[in-house]
């Protein structure tokens, strides 16, 4: 098992940035994939990024070239990096890692981008 607690969502402006950072209960190590999603009112919920136990990425089409998803097993954190935001992003980001029988999901964050 593992708890996660996700920070650094927040209110910004159209073309602004925010970090947001997902801490681990335990050793991120040994975990299959972390990642994130997001869900906006209305919408299903959608994956934004994946990071594998050897650090491969991957991203949605909506996000590449402006989120970079990233880990430091020191200090059991996977991290968010969201750059040249849009309105179309706001949303309850979730941080969720992937144990192989089943996921685990931190309580989300709010994301609201202003147009």
């Known amino acids: 098992q593992v708890q996660l607690v996700e920070s650094g969502g927040g209110l910004v402006q159209a073309g602004g940035s925010l970090r947001l950072s997902c801490a681990a209960s335990?050793?991120?190590?040994?975990?299959?994939?972390m990642g994130w999603y997001r869900q906006a009112p209305g919408k299903k919920r959608e994956r934004v990024a994946i990071?594998?136990?050897?650090?491969?990425?991957n991203y949605a089409d909506s996000v590449k070239g402006r989120f970079t998803i990233s880990r430091d097993n020191a200090k059991n954190t996977v991290y968010l990096q969201m750059n040249s935001l849009k309105p179309e992003d706001t949303a309850v980001y979730y941080c969720?890692?992937?144990?192989?029988?089943?996921?685990?999901w931190g309580q989300g964050t709010q994301v609201t981008v202003s147009s």
């Open positions: 969720y890692a992937d144990l192989g029988l089943r996921y685990f």
């Open positions: 335990r050793s991120i190590f040994s975990i299959n994939a």
């Open positions: 990071i594998t136990s050897g650090s491969s990425t």
